[in-house]
Each structure stands twice: as structure tokens, then as C-alpha cells.
């Protein structure tokens, strides 16, 4: 009896590889070499691997790794951010149903910096050139009281 078509192997269609996970594993590498960069330097006793920083003192981090899609492995230092006031460690955080969690950086961001900062900022500019103009327009109204009528 011949082996079907689903049997073997080589005539099995292949699926394109998951360009989310693809993207996720090459932003996951960019954080760790900002850990890096950072200066995090692991530490290895016995089995355990920690992670240790030259502003923390002697403070260990506990170490969380990653397995890419192409087998690599990824070491990050974790921290939640109310233990991590320089906000250079990793924290984990899951979606609102728990289903998913997503390794993010603790840096701190400016508020400024976010959208609704940005707008925030254009706001307060066109408000002063609001008052800008209703000081002008006043002044000239000022200036039309004081001249007399002639007629």
C-alpha cells in the first residue's frame, strides 16, 4: 500500500513563518541590547543566573529568558517598576484578560513626549496666541475710545 499524500513529510505545504513572532523576537533582541548597553552584567551561581548593576550596589535581579523562534536565548533582568526607581530593569506585564504578557522596558517616559503630551503642548500654544491677539484687539479698541469723532 503507497503512503498518502498527508503521510510524507516533503509534500506537506509550509506555512509562512509568524511575522508577529518574527517582530517580537527582533524587538525583544533590541531591549536586551539595551540592557546591555545599560551596563546589566549577569551573574552565574550554580544554576541560578542574576543580574547585577554598578547603581544598584550589591542589589540581585532575578533573570528571565526567552527562546526565540530561532532557538536563541535571550536573558533580561526583571524588576517590577515601583522596585526599580532608575528604571533601568525589565518588568512583565500581562493584558487585561491574562491571556498574554509582554516583556517592556521600566524606563521612565516623559509625558511630554507621548501623544497626548504633544497635543497637550500645541494646546497651550494656540491659547497663547489666543491671548496674544484678544490683548491686541483690546488695546486697538482702547486706542478707537480715546481718538474723538470729529462728525
Not at 494656540?126 to 482702547?142: M, N, S
Amino acid at each position: 500500500m503507497s503512503a498518502t499524500v498527508y503521510e510524507n513529510p516533503n509534500v506537506l505545504p509550509r506555512c509562512f513563518p509568524d511575522v508577529s513572532r518574527v517582530a517580537q523576537d527582533r524587538r525583544y533582541a533590541l531591549l536586551q541590547q539595551k540592557m546591555i548597553d545599560a551596563g546589566w552584567e549577569p551573574q552565574e551561581l550554580g544554576n541560578v543566573i542574576t543580574f547585577t548593576h554598578n547603581k544598584y550596589g550589591k542589589r540581585k535581579f532575578p533573570c528571565h529568558t526567552i527562546v526565540t523562534s530561532d532557538g536563541e536565548k535571550l536573558m533580561f533582568p526583571i524588576s517590577h517598576q515601583d522596585d526599580d526607581p532608575k528604571g533601568l530593569a525589565c518588568d512583565i506585564q500581562s493584558s487585561s484578560s491574562g491571556c498574554y504578557s509582554n516583556l517592556v522596558s521600566n524606563e521612565w517616559h516623559s509625558y511630554w513626549d507621548t501623544r497626548k503630551g504633544k497635543r497637550r503642548e500645541n494646546y497651550y500654544a494656540y491659547l497663547d496666541r489666543r491671548q496674544k491677539k484678544k490683548k491686541a484687539i483690546e488695546e486697538e479698541q482702547a486706542k478707537a475710545k480715546i481718538v474723538p469723532n470729529i462728525f
